[in-house]
Structure formats: structure tokens, C-alpha cells
């Protein structure tokens, strides 16, 4: 049997009732089927028109029964072989020569398969009207017309459909099963129970596990624990391997606070269904309240809410806020006996929900760890790096923390200016990086962002000593590194004016890294500055070649080709 899905807590599992025969009936679902072509009967037997010798030569009775015969069997292989457009081209000929329940029928089925459940209803009510009165063999009928109102959502009609298809046969547990669904839909819990009841207790060798699922269901919702228990345990009994029967097992093993029997029901779905966070939630919950009698058990419970939030990471689901509370209550009684292992609980539980995207939850738990204790100034800081992009304002907090813990830490000095100089705070951005610089003077990533800072609040001459620094003493450790640096220190002649030295520079950095059109642009502006117009046109057109979509190196490269002597004044 189909294992029936899973819902976020014990309460809601049973706001959701299984649609009437939706394991029986796993439909897809497609939309308008195409009308009925032109010279259809062509299309279905090349070479022989039927319809037209129907209207000629076999115009009497047997004749209009062998074509209704053979384009009703051709309208059932067709829709075997998945045709549909044909099946009902073959169908409608059919109607043609002869109106019977049973091709409505087939029509009816066929809509209904296809989704288009108001045309099926209208369909299934054609062929009951075609009797003067409902008997016996219209039963199917009505249930199946009762199912195509129940998906339209339509259920008084769906209950007046299921109801007398009871009257004609009282002893067929869908019928029950159908109504009793309907009744949910309804409200009205009372005569949804005892129609599941009357299903489960007809004595019909079709009874199975869904009909005490769904009696149980009901007994739950009345406030029936007890049946509801003995319902569920005898689902068990007919499908021992549905992890959703011991889950709900064990939810009523919970309600009738028999924590033990709920334990070991909630464990054997687990079992069942290993990847399932909403068990293992529900796991923890029995082993959090066994543990105020033995305080050992909050470890297990503490695992088991671990493992639900990972495979809630795992499947991307972020909307079970129920576990950050319970996990809040839970670690308040476990660090109280657990002192030793406090900051790790804190901080493993508020990375799960970091991973989860709920960062306010996270907060909570980081917030904990910003006491006094220099151990956690690693984690808190790696925390307030992933933040960067997310929440500036607790990435700063965090950042802040971490290097009063750890003040004499290079790299959250450096990240603490990297911060700064992003959100254009230049000033405070140079401070922390030449303390960081003071603790290695010769790293190349503190002194290239030095430059970049104080080129930035104009300050191009401390610039350049810096990068001339970092050239001499060839600190730079690969090539994206080295062309960065000469590209930078270019710039900065560039903006001091000194063009005739920038461009060797450029020329460095091309050298490192021939595919950066940017490179190629400065060093066309350089040339331009000196009225070389033939080197810096040379140069824009290699910039264009490696970004097409740089205007700037267009414009320039225009108004050298077009402006002639209007060039010295633009310069």
C-alpha cells in the first residue's frame, strides 16, 4: 500500500483526509481534449468511411449495431493505448449509432481520468437518465458521478450520489469509505465516523488498513483517544510496514500520556521511514518528556531534534518553527545539567537554523555565546563573515565581539576593514587594516587594500608607496595578484598625472593577464593624455575586442576616428 504522506504535527496530521480513492485511482491529470476533426471516420480506418456507408447502405438496425459495436471497441483500445483525442473521436461516432449507459460510461471514465471532472459529471448523470429509474445497474454510476462531484468540491451533491449508491447496495465498503470522506468535508465528524465504522465492519475481504486509518482519523477529531488508538493499532495489523499508521499510533499513545508505548511506536516509523524529519521530531518530544523522570534521555532527545533539523536542511523545508521552540526549552533544561558541553549546544543548534535561513532563531542562540569566553570568538566570527551579505548590522555585532575576545586575531582585524571599506566607510576601514598590516606587514592582501582605501579617499601618493612596496619586495604570489597590483599602482599614476610612466605599468599588467579589458582601457587613456592617439586607438580596440560592451572605449574610439582637430580640445 502507498505509504500515506506526512504531516507537520500531531494535530495536523489529521487536518488532511485522504481523497476519495486516491490510491485506486492515481490519475494524471491533462487539460481540454481536442474536438472531434473533420472526416473523422477517415482518420480512424484509411480507405473505408463508415459514417458515409451508414447513412446509405447500412441504414437498418443490425447495420447501426455493427458500427456502434466496432467504434465502441475502437474508442476502449484507443484509450488502452493512451489516444485520447481518438478515443473520444471513435466515442462520439459511436454515440451516432446508438446512445447505451455503458458507452456513457466509458466516456464518463475517460473524462474523469483526464481530469475534466464537470463534463464526467454531466456525463455519469446522461447515462443514469437514460432509464426511467435508478436500480442495481447504475450503482457504479453513482459513485463514480459522486467522486466527479467530490473533486469539483461540489459535496452536497457528491453525499447524495455516494448515499444512493448505499441504497442499492449496502454492503460495499467504498460507498461507506466515499461518504464518509464527503461527511469530513462537511463537518460533520459524527456521520463521517459511522459510515468508516460501517465500512470497516461489513465484513468485506476488500476492507484494508486506509479504512481504520480513516475511522481513526475521525475518532481523533471527536476527542475519541481510545478508539482512535484501537483503530490505528488495527491498521497495523493489515499494514504493518506504513510508517504513517505507527506515527499516528504513537500520537495516540502521546494523548493518552503513555510515553513508553508513544516512544517505541514513533522509533518503529522511524525505522520505516529513516529520512522523515517530522518522526524524529516527534521522537524527541517522547524522549524529552521521559527525561524529567531520567535526565540521561535529553541527550537522545537533543539528537533526534538534531537529526530533524538536518534533514529539514537536506530537503530545503524551513517552515517548522515548532522545532526551534521546543529545541529553546529543551536546552534550557539540558545545559543546566550539562554545563561542559553548553557552548557547542548553543552553537550547533543556532548553525542548524543559520543553514535553515531562520536567522533570527540563529541569533538567539549566537547571542548566548557572546559572553566572556575567548574560545568562542572563532565561531562567533565566522558567523559574522557568512552574515556579511545577509544582516550587516548582527554581522557587525558578532565581528565586533569576536575581536574584543581576540583582539591580536589578523584576520578579523582584516575582515573588520574589508567590512568598512565595502560599506564605504574608508576612515575606520584604514585603521583596522593597519592594525592588521602591524600584525603581518608583509601580506599581500592587507597592503593591495590599504592602497585600494587610501586610493579611494584620494590619497594616490601613500598609495603608490604602498604598491611599490608590495613590487619591491615581491610579496605578490601569483599572477591575478601581480597584474591586480600593477593595474592599481597604474591607476594611481594615472590620477597623479604621470602618464608616461603609467603606461609600462599597464603594460606589467597585461603581461600577468592579457584577457582583462580594463587593463587595456587605462592604458588607451594614458596615450590619449599624451596626444598618441594611434597607440590609445589601438589600445580601446582591444578593450572592445575583450568587452564589447565597454562604451567608454566606443566613444573614445570614435572620436579619434571622427573628431579630428576637435580632439585637443576634448583632451
Not at 586607438?537 to 576616428?561: C, F, H, M, V
Amino acid at each position: 500500500m502507498r505509504t500515506i504522506p506526512i504531516f507537520a504535527s500531531v494535530v495536523l496530521i489529521f487536518s488532511t483526509i485522504i481523497s476519495v480513492d486516491a490510491v485506486e485511482n492515481n490519475i494524471s491529470v491533462l487539460t481540454d481534449v481536442i474536438s472531434l476533426p473533420e472526416n473523422t471516420t477517415t482518420i480512424l480506418d484509411p480507405g473505408v468511411n463508415d459514417a458515409t456507408a451508414g447513412a446509405t447502405a447500412d441504414t437498418n438496425d443490425e447495420g447501426k449495431k455493427k458500427l456502434y459495436e466496432k467504434y465502441f471497441s475502437l474508442g476502449k483500445e484507443e484509450r488502452a493505448r493512451k489516444q485520447y483525442e481518438q478515443a473520444f473521436s471513435a466515442f462520439d461516432i459511436a454515440k451516432s449509432y446508438g446512445q447505451t449507459v455503458e458507452l456513457f460510461t466509458a466516456i464518463g471514465e475517460l473524462q474523469f481520468e483526464l481530469g475534466q471532472y464537470k463534463k464526467a459529471s454531466d456525463t455519469f448523470s446522461s447515462a443514469i437518465n437514460l432509464d426511467s429509474k435508478i436500480d442495481d445497474k447504475d450503482i457504479d454510476l453513482l459513485y463514480l458521478r459522486g467522486k466527479a462531484f467530490y473533486y469539483l468540491d461540489d459535496y452536497p451533491k457528491a453525499y447524495e450520489s455516494f448515499s444512493n449508491a448505499i441504497q442499492l447496495d449496502p454492503k460495499d465498503p467504498r460507498f461507506y469509505i466515499a461518504r464518509g470522506e464527503t461527511s469530513l468535508k462537511l463537518n460533520n465528524l459524527n456521520e463521517a465516523g459511522s459510515d468508516f465504522y460501517k465500512a470497516a465492519t461489513t465484513g468485506s475481504t476488500s476492507t484494508d488498513a486506509k479504512t481504520f486509518y480513516l475511522l481513526g482519523t475521525t475518532l481523533y477529531k471527536l476527542g475519541k483517544y481510545s478508539q482512535a488508538l484501537d483503530s490505528f493499532t488495527k491498521a497495523i495489523e493489515l499494514d504493518p510496514n506504513n510508517s504513517t499508521l505507527h506515527f499516528a499510533q504513537g500520537s495516540m499513545f502521546e494523548k493518552l500520556d503513555q510515553y513508553d508505548q508513544a516512544l517505541d511506536s514513533f522509533t518503529k516509523a522511524i525505522e520505516l521511514d529513516p529520512n522523515n524529519s517530522t518522526l524524529h521530531f516527534a521522537q524527541g518530544s517522547m524522549f524529552e518528556k521521559l527525561g524529567k523522570n531520567e535526565s540521561t534521555l535529553y541527550d537522545q532527545a537533543l539528537d533526534s531534534y538534531n537529526k530533524a533539523l538536518e534533514l529539514d536542511v537536506e530537503n530545503k523545508n524551513i517552515k517548522r518553527s515548532h522545532y526551534f521552540y521546543s529545541l529553546v526549552n529543551l536546552v534550557k533544561n539540558y545545559i543546566n545539567t550539562h554545563e561542559g558541553k553548553k557552548n557547542n549546544i548553543l552553537y550547533n543548534i543556532g548553525t542548524k537554523f543559520f543553514k535553515l535561513g531562520k536567522y533570527n532563531e540563529a541569533f538567539l542562540f549566537y547571542d548566548k555565546l557572546i559572553g566572556n569566553d575567548s574560545s568562542n570568538s572563532d565561531r562567533i566570527f565566522l558567523h559574522s563573515v557568512k552574515l556579511r551579505n545577509i544582516d550587516l548590522t548582527n554581522s557587525m555585532k558578532y565581528l565586533d565581539k569576536a575581536i574584543e575576545l581576540a583582539p591580536s586575531d589578523y584576520n578579523k582585524l582584516y575582515i573588520k576593514g574589508l567590512v568598512l571599506y565595502k560599506i564605504g566607510n574608508f576612515t575606520q576601514a584604514l585603521s583596522y587594516l593597519d592594525k592588521a598590516s602591524n600584525l603581518a606587514p608583509n601580506n599581500y592582501q592587507t597592503l593591495y587594500m590599504k592602497g585600494l582605501v587610501l586610493y579611494k579617499i584620494g590619497n594616490f601618493t601613500e598609495a603608490n608607496k604602498i604598491y611599490d612596496t608590495v613590487i619591491s619586495n615581491d610579496i605578490a604570489v601569483n599572477e591575478k595578484q601581480i597584474s591586480l597590483l600593477y593595474y592599481s599602482k597604474g591607476r594611481i599614476l594615472y590620477q597623479l598625472g604621470d602618464y608616461e610612466k603609467a603606461i609600462p605599468i599597464f603594460n606589467k599588467a597585461i603581461k600577468s593577464d592579457s584577457t582583462n579589458g580594463e587593463f587595456y582601457f587605462y592604458k588607451g587613456e594614458s596615450y590619449f593624455k599624451l596626444g598618441k592617439y594611434g597607440d590609445a586607438l589601438e589600445s580601446y580596440e582591444k578593450a572592445i575586442q575583450l568587452n564589447p560592451g565597454d562604451n567608454r572605449s566606443l566613444i573614445k574610439k570614435e572620436l579619434i576616428i571622427n573628431s579630428g582637430g576637435l580632439i585637443e580640445s576634448f583632451n
